[in-house]
């Protein structure tokens, strides 16, 4: 038996959220690093490659990690595009593309150093570690692994890069941008598992319609707030995460150990 751990976006509170749930489960005697395979997509990807490299979860309870500032006036367009039935898939990602190439966040360099205080390992993983990411000037989507061109830093990087918070990352002379994009959490990429598990802090706005699925609940919801870069909800987000921890275990348990 094959088990695939997926992990999808969810902003700065929804990496708290994953972390924290994470470090739960762990206690409750199920370890999802135990996966033979783990798909990553923007939040999912930094703790999608932590749990692959072994780091300690348990250090981010109390994160000084900051959210984004960039223009959300810029990310508002972002979704404005993306819900525009005029256009084609395609078109709709380049255009996002394009505002996540002119907005005006911080530089590259910045966003790498903020990635590298929360993914402390250099080195991709011997075990079987997927992330994802979309080409910011053409729209393809890109699927990061350890004989790919990105280093880990750089591909985590990337699959974090909200257009109009972070800038895109540049990998062999491209730039790329979030791998949610590419398809919400992606559990298509573990299509060929086993056991699929979906873990999805957005299951209530982009739900993957995976039959083992664990999504925030009513309470995490409100930890979150409204805003999902708000760097100010990350320990109440972390705390959620361990709380919901103790019924994904019980769902989880014998499936997975």
């Not at 910011?136 to 890109?142: D, I, L, Q, S, V």
């Not at 039959?211 to 999902?228: H, K, N, Q, V, W």
């Amino acid at each position: 038996m094959t088990r695939a751990l997926v992990l999808g976006p969810g902003g700065v509170v929804g990496t708290a959220w994953l972390a924290g749930l994470a470090v739960g489960l762990r206690r409750a005697g199920v370890d999802l690093a135990d996966a033979d395979l783990i798909v990553g997509t923007s939040a999912g990807a930094i703790v999608g490659a932590m749990l692959a490299t072994g780091e300690n979860l348990d250090r981010l309870a109390t994160s000084t990690r900051s959210g984004g500032t960039g223009e959300q006036g810029r990310l508002a367009e972002v979704f404005a595009t993306l819900a525009d039935p005029s256009l084609e898939q395609g078109d709709k990602l380049r255009r996002v593309g394009k505002i996540a190439l002119t907005a005006d966040v911080a530089p590259e360099q910045t966003h790498l150093d903020r990635m590298a205080t929360l993914v402390t390992a250099r080195d991709w993983p011997g075990r079987r570690l997927l992330i994802t990411a979309v080409n910011a000037e053409t729209g393809e989507p890109a699927v990061w692994d350890r004989d790919g061109d990105a280093s880990l830093l750089s591909a985590v990087a990337s699959s974090c890069a909200v257009p109009g918070v972070y800038p895109p990352i540049t990998v062999n002379g491209h730039r790329y941008m979030d791998g949610a994009f590419r398809g919400g959490a992606n559990a298509d990429l573990a299509g060929d598992a086993d056991t699929v598990v979906v873990i999805e802090p957005l299951a209530h706005v982009f739900p993957s319609g995976a039959a083992i699925s664990i999504a925030p609940d009513r309470a995490t919801l409100e930890a979150f707030g409204p805003d999902l870069h708000d760097a100010s909800a990350w320990e109440t987000s972390f705390q959620a995460g361990v709380r919901q921890a103790a019924d994904a275990a019980e769902r989880l348990g014998a499936l997975w150990t």
